[in-house]
């Protein structure tokens, strides 16, 4: 693929996965200005997420996206402002990736599995 | 208001050093006025360029108290800090000498953004008829009056991070030409502004906007063509 | 510092508070997914590390994180408003807007969690 498709592509995955995120940002920043009223618990965490598959749904979509958005960004971040070459900064995009779908899906698959006891 | 004003100068190549002037003030008067005025009465080796001196050619464009502009158009009065004012060449593009610096990078990449037309036409066909109104021609409308002075060029800080990036005056220059009918080079065009360092690497800080003498909206004809890739990506053209 | 002349305006500060919260977000996510995998773990794994969050300067980062999320998301807002709606000078308000309505959010975070 052309420089020129490559650029333009990861442009327009940018806006989508933002348009994406736009949604689940507003929903995240309300859903964690309710939680910490009272203050927050592990217990009242577990008990909201844990079994319903609307919010796995949720979180999955949002762990997606920001592991679309994200390396992207930080693909720009480093080729204006460090010297680390193509190469490295494809390597550390993928990398981080890989990351944030592992390591976010663990939480959203632990929180959906979790029990209040144990 | 006192007498004189101390001026600032930058003297010598990427290296150098500010070298100070006084300066006497004068009603109405420019920085371009104050630079000369040094060349003719104090220091004949000081370089700068000018021409017109009326603000059309944009030749005078040097940093002024940290911002590009147009010399014969900005008064003192507007600028002096204190009763000081420095004055460097353009930001981002090599100095040749003192307040002159070297254009070849900021035309070169007119041409790598294919700012150029490519004629559809020989003398033996018909013109193309191009109404006033027709939509594409007013796009191209809106940034047909750059005269290349790069002071944008001056005032984008991805030209300063990305030493490739085409920067607002070749982009702009190459959406007025993505909006001409007669013109036949589209796909090198559009090619050639998505690359590495094309269209996509501006972040909308209009600092060209700011800055431009004409009024221009460079970040408008970039996102114009952002809009354009994304379509002829869609389409397989690019 | 001295802020060089030609970078102080609305749309540069933007661009920074736009970068360096994505930056910042970027570098805490994965400490996020960690904290919240602790479920795994069981609850009472979870809820040892909710209860040191309960120290006052803990508190204090995340309201810092939290306004950052919310400018991360207005500046992303404005830049999809100029590439898919207008480049009017109306956009240099949005951004205030912008900045404005971050800062609520952060406020309102603040309110209900101390």
Redesign the interface.
């Known amino acids: 693929m052309s420089n020129a498709r490559v650029e333009t592509k990861l442009w327009v995955w940018q806006?989508l996965s933002?348009?994406v995120?736009?949604v689940c940002?507003?929903i995240?920043?309300v859903v964690?200005?309710?939680a910490?009223?009272d203050g927050?618990?592990?217990?009242e965490?577990?008990s909201r997420v844990s079994g319903n598959f609307l919010w796995l749904a949720f979180y999955s979509v949002f762990v997606i996206a920001?592991a679309v958005h994200?390396p992207i960004?930080?693909r720009t971040?480093l080729k204006e402002m460090t010297s680390v070459g193509p190469g490295a900064t494809h390597m550390i995009m993928a990398t981080?990736s890989l990351?944030?779908l592992a390591?976010?899906f663990?939480?959203?698959i632990?929180?959906f599995?979790?029990?209040?006891?144990? | 208001m006192s007498n004189s004003i101390k001026v600032s100068v930058w003297r010598g190549r990427e290296t150098g050093e500010f070298q100070s002037f006084d300066v006497p003030r004068q009603p109405s008067q420019t920085v371009l006025d104050i630079v000369t005025f040094i060349q003719r009465n104090i220091d004949p080796t000081l370089s700068y360029r000018f021409a017109c001196r009326v603000g059309m050619c944009g030749s005078c464009a040097m940093t002024v108290?940290?911002?590009?502009r147009w010399t014969c158009r900005t008064h003192v009065d507007k600028v002096v800090e204190d009763g000081e004012i420095k004055i460097s060449p353009l930001?981002n593009l090599k100095v040749v000498k003192d307040l002159t610096c070297d254009m070849t990078e900021f035309f070169d990449k007119m041409n790598k953004a294919e700012g150029k037309f490519h004629p559809t036409k020989t003398r033996n066909d018909d013109f193309d008829v191009v109404l006033p109104d027709d939509p594409t021609r007013q796009l191209a409308a809106q940034g047909i009056e750059c005269i290349g002075c790069a002071v944008c060029y001056?005032?984008c800080?991805v030209v300063e991070w990305n030493k490739d990036y085409l920067g607002p005056a070749a982009l702009n220059r190459a959406w007025t030409l993505v909006n001409d009918v007669r013109d036949g080079g589209n796909k090198e065009r559009l090619t050639a502004i998505s690359g590495d360092s094309g269209c996509h690497a501006c972040?909308?800080?209009?600092?060209c906007v700011?800055?431009c003498p004409k009024n221009l909206?460079p970040?408008?004809s970039i996102?114009g063509l952002?809009?354009a890739t994304m379509k002829a990506a869609l389409k397989g053209e690019i | 510092m001295k802020i060089?002349?030609?970078?102080n305006?609305a749309?540069?500060w933007?661009?920074i508070l736009h970068?360096a919260s994505?930056?910042l977000?970027?570098i805490f996510?994965?400490a996020h997914?960690?904290v919240?995998?602790?479920?795994?773990e069981?609850?009472?794994a979870?809820?040892g590390f909710?209860r040191w969050?309960d120290a006052p300067l803990v508190k204090g980062a995340e309201v810092i994180l939290?306004i950052l999320?919310?400018a991360h998301?207005t500046g992303?807002?404005r830049?999809?408003a100029?590439?898919?709606i207008s480049?009017s000078e109306s956009s240099k308000t949005a951004v205030a807007v912008g900045a404005g309505i971050s800062l609520a959010?952060g406020l309102?975070?603040l309110f209900?969690?101390v």
């Open positions: 806006r933002a348009a995120l736009a940002v507003i995240h920043l964690i200005v309710y910490v009223q927050l618990s592990a217990a965490i577990i920001i994200a960004g930080i971040i981080f990351i944030i390591m976010g663990r939480a959203v632990g929180l599995n979790a029990s209040i006891i144990g | 108290n940290g911002k590009p930001r001056s005032a800080d972040h909308s800080q209009q600092g700011k800055h909206s970040t408008r996102i952002k809009r | 060089a002349g030609h970078r305006h749309h540069y933007a661009f970068r994505g930056l977000l970027a996510l994965p997914f960690y919240l995998g602790l479920a795994i069981g609850e009472a979870m809820d909710i969050t939290v999320l919310a998301l992303g807002l830049l999809m100029l590439e898919f480049t959010v309102a975070f209900n969690v």
